[in-house]
């Protein structure tokens, strides 16, 4: 019981050992402060990850755009896309988000028929740039689609003129067309597309570089080095869809991401 300190000596002791208390506690506190601040950089950082995850895709460096098909708000749902400009998909006649196929989610965008689309408006090249530019995307052929349908389109609506992510002229073919002053297209010839499967579906423009078209699906690539010239204005507009009078479709897209670089 000896060992055991008073009251009066214990205040005595701390009175003698004031300053060397105080030595300690800095010590302490020097030694406790980073150690602190790692565990706060830790717990930030967690938040940080969860906010991400929670808030979708982001629209930073060359990733213009990106829809999953999850709620006509682009940025809404799960997976959630992202967009450097209109988040608001314009539903245009029979399209719908359907939950029959998908790629990702719960839902993909269902074109049904001839005409029927999702509309972005599009500003200053915003959301897609007519110089260069990468469309990707997942397609669902649920019938075979008429030859020329258009499955992604991008518009100067001012000139009339347009970029097109489309059907070749043999309906199991992928091609792309840059429609400027004089039409210029590549267009796969052994991506042998069947209904029931779903593809992923990448197509590039540079205006400015050696090749200028390429477009892939199924393993299939053609390019095109063929002189293209650039839209008169910037795109104003981008179709999911249909945006010309074809004959029944009958096609699904997933998972598209529009980048304003050659990816
Ligand atoms: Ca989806």
């Not at 992202?82 to 990702?104: F, H, I, N, P």
Request: proline content about 2%; glycine content about 10%.
């Amino acid at each position: 019981m000896g060992s055991i300190v008073g009251a009066g000596q214990f205040w005595a002791l701390t009175g003698r050992m004031e300053t060397d208390m105080k030595k300690l506690i800095l010590v302490l506190m020097l030694a406790l402060i980073p150690g602190l601040s790692l565990a706060g950089s830790q717990e930030i950082q967690s938040v940080v990850m969860m906010a991400k995850a929670q808030g979708g895709d982001s629209c930073t460096g060359d990733l213009l755009f990106s829809w999953h098909m999850e709620n006509t708000t682009v940025t809404s749902g799960t997976p959630a896309g992202c967009s450097a400009g209109d988040t608001t998909a314009t539903t245009v006649s029979g399209a719908e988000l359907s939950a029959t196929y998908k790629s990702d989610g719960t839902y993909s965008a269902s074109i049904p028929t001839s005409g029927d689309r999702f509309t972005f408006t599009a500003s200053g090249g915003d959301i897609a740039k007519r110089a260069a530019g990468t469309i990707s995307f997942d397609l669902y052929l649920s019938t075979t689609p008429a030859t020329g349908a258009i499955l992604v389109s991008l518009h100067d609506t001012i000139s009339g003129k347009r970029i097109d992510v489309k059907i070749g002229s043999a309906t199991d073919e992928i091609g792309i067309r840059y429609a400027s002053a004089t039409d210029t297209s590549a267009t796969t010839t052994t991506a042998n597309l069947t209904t029931g499967v779903w593809y992923s579906v990448v197509a590039k423009w540079d205006v400015a570089a050696g090749t200028k078209l390429s477009v892939s699906a199924n393993s299939a690539t053609a390019t095109s080095t063929m002189a293209i010239t650039q839209l008169a204005n910037e795109i104003d507009s981008v179709a999911v869809g249909d945006s010309f009078t074809q004959t029944t479709n009958g096609y699904y897209i997933d998972n598209l991401k529009i980048y304003g670089t050659w990816q």
